[in-house]
Nanobody, 117 residues
Framework: QVQLVESGGGLVQPGGSLRLSCAASGIMFRIYRMGWYRQAPGKQRELVASITGGGSTNYAYSVKGRFTISRDNAKNTVFLQMNSLKPEDTAVYYC???????????WGQGTQVTVSS
């Protein structure tokens, strides 16, 4: 059974930082591309950042220079360090695992991030 469990969300003031974690089980983690997506109320879910098993990263333009995605293959965990947070970063953040060889993908349950003073 595949599980992706996110943690680390919460309420933070503008300019603050949060670190999200996603612990994976039931998959061969090191071969999966891992991604963080977000969905704000009334908006479509969008890619925030992704990282391949080899460590290649990709970021949405809106978060470049502020967010950093990383992974620990020994702990089956992917992280999203979010700095200089803005109110427009408020959303539910979802972890996703993609096997690029067979097209299988899995979602986590999401964690709320709220940026507000």
């Amino acid at each position: 059974q595949v599980q992706l469990v996110e943690s680390g969300g919460g309420l933070v003031q503008p300019g603050g930082s949060l670190r999200l974690s996603c612990a994976a089980s039931g998959i061969m983690f090191r071969i999966y591309r891992m991604g963080w997506y977000r969905q704000a109320p009334g908006k479509q879910r969008e890619l925030v950042a992704s990282i391949t098993g080899g460590g290649s990263t990709n970021y949405a333009y809106s978060v470049k220079g502020r967010f950093t995605i990383s992974r620990d293959n020994a702990k089956n965990t992917v992280f999203l360090q979010m700095n200089s947070l803005k109110p427009e970063d408020t959303a539910v953040y979802y972890c996703r695992a993609d096997d690029l060889h067979n097209g299988r993908g899995y979602w986590g349950q999401g964690t709320q991030v709220t940026v507000s003073s």
